[in-house]
């Protein structure tokens, strides 16, 4: 209970919980290998080859990374990104473990070989390198934007309390065993991540890497690195920016060159040496655990141009107090300490505040400004911190010296940050100038930062004195985000605009948690605006004035009978919040009135109880249940959920098999509100459920049983279900052996209804035991028209994604067919699994099992009582052109709504010029169209017959009829579906509305055919 509430405050979900257990393993002991590789690698290098050599292995590094860059670049071009991902990690454990092995033989031998150390330099800062970008690349793509927020904490979290845990180690083993054991360590803690490493591409890159065909997007930028580059020169922000990033390491490098020169002279024996650089990495991991706690913080408060300013800041004083205390006592604690805090902010703080810079460009193109500058800037940064070092290693200068020049240069680099901030202003005047309001939302972190400053501020005002639309728009949003009182008159002007948008964005700007009666009037002047948007809005925004309780009551009285049900239910909530008797009181007697009354009103009202979590509503709120409007059903179950009700539990199972998409959808994330008090019913309910019930109880569960009962109990009852569907699977061939070709469609039907159904539940649960990404990675893949890419997406499922083989490797099986299933099915078998079917927990298999038995004493698919029967509709609906690409599930719904009449002969379906509620589909009989000209002439359009539709565009958009409808020669049968069925139906299935307009542009095709007759 204790860890589940921790985990809780911590943030972490559900679906975070395993990334979690593989990733920070990983993070933890590749930062113990990365430093204790580090601490044995400079150690050594310094002790035994010379400290006074830094300058030209760092030159011979910066040759080298372009190679390395390009060798790089080559085999991501040749691997997947899984295969990239292994051979990197295995690449790196060789090139370390290699590397030991020497170290070891060397030590074995009694052998010093001088000149192995450079190597050793070079290829472990490979490794060093590349093992820090193979981590954070991958914890990148494992994780979506949002969960990465949450989990990169953790991930850095641990990385850095591997570095402390690595400098304990170094303290420890240096003085007793030597620095060569140190780097001798290292291999085997990357070699203990391995696993883990290893599963979490299994579980999750290998399914994201399935592609789509055609590999690259087509949409890849055209620019090249050059072009970048000459971008770059041409900005003197991006060119400041540049500067910035290549000038901090090199002084960082100066900073550490300083260091190891005189811990080398302080401490000359190899033991001591390393023990101080373990005592070092211990107190700079720490500190690197604390920064994290407030970087968030600091980099809300100063933006990162600010903070870029205060590093530079904080670069002065270091190089400050080395250059001061340099030949005293206490020269190895400042420098030690310069080195600590240079390394800390440029790794920790300024890398960051780099990638904001960016945001200011267009999203297509900001990796390529950011590689080419990131490149640039490495290899500048390393060749001028080599040639700042070989001032003392080949000029002589001293080390006070050093330091007096990286003093001058941390100061020039102060001034060039606050050049830098200041152009970064200039482009965010420039930006928010030309941005859309859509771009507003990801540019608003990067406006923080200049709500301080009255220039750009000033141009923020210029916007909505002068702008268009959306820019008075987004300066009224910024200005909303400054949360400065200064700007409450410029605001309120603006709440009379005649634009509705800007109204609305003028309200949401207002902070009137302190406004006076004034105010509070002038807002209120717009409870009354023809806009209900905007009147929902103003009631918004008077609930937030508590400390004005009567006047607040006056004005949001008013509008408890306004004419639209949103602001209705609005003006109840904020009544709510007043939290005064009166107010409450006023707030119950409308909530129920609109609860009795039932109909539309109701699902707001219902919203608000739930938000409110009014419990004394409950009852209330259940006799909705049996409203006859759909939205209703909806609203209250959703209610109900927010409420935990869960004596309603069966009653919303028992009602799912002929629930539409939305209530199906609203049940199941009502039962995951109801949490644990439901999951014991939804266990009993879960085995015997038909489909849809089964779907709903599964997703639930998935979500609210612990991981340990999802795995094992919930994925064998998925793997159960996968099986019994697959015995279904013979019904279409059985119908065809038994000569229903009729039924044989239908079978058809349903069983991609029902494999839909319950994959969405299996889904679910490999959802949980993975992440959503993968598995909608892998489903992508599965319905790929590119069989390479769809036997891709099988072999993921076949491998057991989830690690739950036995459900993933039945839903592979699933999605593959046997094509030689049906040639042995014989009549007496296809008979058997017929009967079988009859005792199906789903209602269409029963419906057809009856309908085959019927048939079997001669009464095929009769008509009973002169009326269609459900099953009957379906087959007729499946042959008109307006529904014959919906599933079975999606015509009994039309089929349950639609409503069977008949018209006696010269009887008239619709009036031209006069609404119609309905649109007909014709059964049997005929339906003459005709109208009426300009001249006054009555012309016939056509003959509808059946399976054909009329009054359909009137019913959809209750505009007049333009046609005249009547039955012609004998009397029409038809089936009516009222226009409130029709626009739901057309909402929840966009295939039903793309039939509507085929039948539309029909219908258009025909008046211009007449038209040229007429013109002939």
């Known amino acids: 209970m204790i860890a589940q509430q921790w985990i809780r405050r911590l943030g972490i979900m559900t679906e975070d919980r395993h990334k979690l257990a593989l990733m920070v393993p990983v993070f933890l002991l590749c930062g113990i290998a990365e430093m204790l590789n580090y601490n044995g690698f400079m150690t050594l290098f310094n002790q035994r080859f010379g400290s006074v050599y830094l300058p030209y292995i760092y030159v011979a590094e910066a040759v080298v990374l372009p190679l390395e860059a390009w060798f790089m670049t080559w085999l991501a071009g040749r691997m997947t990104k899984p295969g990239l991902m292994r051979t990197m990690f295995s690449l790196m454990i060789g090139i370390v473990a290699f590397n030991a092995i020497v170290l070891l033989g060397l030590r074995a031998a009694g052998i010093d070989f001088r000149f192995y150390y450079p190597f050793l330099f070079l290829t472990s800062n490979f490794v060093v390198r590349q093992q820090t970008i193979l981590l954070w690349s991958l914890a990148v793509d494992l994780c979506p934007t949002q969960q990465a927020k949450r989990l990169m904490p953790f991930f850095v979290a641990a990385a850095t309390l591997g570095g402390v845990v690595a400098g304990v180690i170094t303290q420890v083993a240096s003085p007793l065993l030597g620095p060569d054991i140190v780097y001798v360590l290292g291999p085997l803690f990357l070699l203990a991540a391995l696993y883990n490493y290893r599963k979490a591409i299994a579980d999750y890159l290998v399914p994201l890497a399935l592609r789509s065909a055609g590999g690259l997007d087509s949409q890849q930028m055209t620019l090249s690195s050059m072009d970048y580059f000459k971008r770059t020169l041409k900005s003197p922000f991006l060119l400041g920016v540049l500067g910035m990033m290549t000038i901090m390491p090199a002084l960082y490098f100066l900073m550490e060159f300083v260091f190891l020169n005189t811990a080398h002279a302080a401490y000359p024996n190899e033991a001591d040496f390393g023990k101080m650089f373990g005592v070092v990495t211990t107190v700079l991991f ?15 408060w100063l933006g990162a141009s600010g903070m870029l300013a205060g590093i530079s800041a904080v670069y002065v004083l270091a190089f400050a107090a080395a250059w001061s205390l340099i030949g005293s006592p206490a020269a190895m604690l400042a420098v030690s300490g310069g080195y600590m805090l240079t390394y800390l902010l440029i790794y920790y703080s300024a890398e960051p505040s780099y990638q904001l810079f960016y945001k200011m460009l267009p999203l297509q193109q900001r990796d390529g400004f950011r590689y080419v500058a990131q490149g640039v800037a490495t290899f500048a940064g390393i060749l001028l911190g080599a040639g700042l070092q070989f001032l003392h290693t080949g000029f ?49 972190e990067s406006y923080k930062e200049f709500f301080r400053n009255s220039r750009t501020m000033g141009a923020v005002l210029a916007m909505l004195g002068n702008g268009g639309e959306e820019a008075r728009e987004v300066a009224l949003n910024l200005l909303g985000r400054s949360k400065d009182s200064r700007y409450m008159p410029e605001i309120l002007a603006r709440i009379d605009d005649e634009s509705p948008r800007v109204k609305i964005a003028a309200l949401k700007a207002l902070d009137l948690s302190g406004a006076g009666l ?17 009147r929902l809005e103003v009631v918004r925004k008077l609930a937030l004035m508590k400390h004005m309780p009567s006047q607040a009551f006056f004005f949001l009285r008013m509008k408890l009978l306004d004419r639209s049900p949103m602001v209705v239910a609005e003006a109840v909530k904020a009544m709510y919040l007043l939290e005064s008797a009166q107010s409450y009181e006023a707030c119950y007697e409308v909530i129920e009135r609109i609860l009795k009354e039932g109909g539309e009103s109701s699902i707001h009202v219902c919203r608000v109880v739930a938000e409110l979590r009014l419990d004394r509503f409950a009852l209330e709120v259940k006799e909705l249940l049996e409203d006859s409007h759909p939205a209703v059903r909806a609203a209250v179950t959703a209610c109900l959920g927010a409420l935990k009700r869960t004596e309603v539990v069966p009653g919303l199972l028992a009602k799912l098999p002929a629930a539409d998409q939305e209530l199906h959808r609203v049940t199941v994330q009502a039962l995951i509100e109801m949490g644990d008090g439901v999951v014991e019913i939804l266990k009993g309910a879960l085995p015997d459920a038909a489909p849809k019930s089964w779907s709903a109880c599964a997703t639930a569960l998935a979500k609210l049983l612990p991981d340990e009962e999802v795995r094992g109990w919930l994925a064998e009852q998925g793997a159960d279900k996968l099986a019994d569907h697959a015995q279904s699977a013979l019904l279409s061939e059985a119908y065809t052996v038994l000569g229903r070709a009729d039924l044989a469609e239908l079978a058809a039907l349903r069983q991609r209804d029902l494999e839909r159904t319950i994959h969405e539940g299996v889904w679910a649960i490999l959802e949980r035991l993975t992440d959503e990404q993968v598995v909608a990675a892998v489903k992508k893949a599965l319905a790929d028209e590119d069989e390479e890419i769809r036997s891709g997406g099988l072999e993921v499922l076949a491998e057991g994604i989830g690690g739950v083989r036995k459900l993933s490797q039945r ?22 699994a017929v009967e079988l079917s009859a005792e199906s927990s789903d209602d269409w298999w029963r419906e057809m099992a009856g309908e085959w038995r019927r048939g079997e004493e001669g009464m095929a698919m009769k008509e009973e009582q002169g009326a269609l029967g459900r099953l009957n509709k379906v087959v007729f609906l499946k042959k008109v052109p307006f529904f014959a690409d919906l599933s079975l599930e999606e015509l009994g719904l039309i089929a349950g709504a639609a409503t069977e009449m008949t018209f006696a002969d010269g009887s008239y379906l619709l ?10 589909v014709v059964i049997e009989g005929n339906v003459e169209l005709t109208s009426v000209s300009a001249a006054g002439w009555e012309g016939t359009l056509g003959v509808l017959g059946a399976g054909e539709v009329c009054g359909a565009t009137s019913a959809l958009d209750e505009s007049p009829s333009s046609v005249t409808g009547q039955a012609f020669f004998g009397d029409v049968r038809v089936l009516a579906l009222q226009r409130e069925d029709v626009t739901r139906l057309v909402r929840l299935y966009p295939e039903i509305g793309i039939g509507l307009l085929r039948a539309s542009l029909a219908r258009i095709r025909l008046l211009e055919e007449m038209m040229m007759k007429i013109d002939s």
């Open 811 to 832: 839903l592979a099986a699933s999605w593959q067919t046997d094509a030689e299933r049906s040639a042995s099915l014989t009549a007496e078998a296809a008979a058997a």
């Open 911 to 920: 009036h031209r010029g006069e609404k119609n509620p309905a649109m007909y």
């Open 396 to 444: 002589g200068w001293g080390f006070a010296e050093l330091a007096a020049l990286g003093l001058a240069g941390a100061g020039a680099m102060f001034v060039l940050a606050w050049v830098v901030r200041q152009l970064y202003m200039k482009e965010l005047v420039r930006s928010l100038q030309t941005a859309s309001f859509s771009e507003d939302k990801e540019l608003a």
């Open 518 to 534: 004034e105010e509070m009037a002038k807002v209120a002047s717009l409870l009354e605006d023809p806009e209900p948007d905007v």
């Open 286 to 300: 720490a500190l690197a655990f604390l920064l994290q706690l407030v970087s968030g913080r600091l980099m809300a």
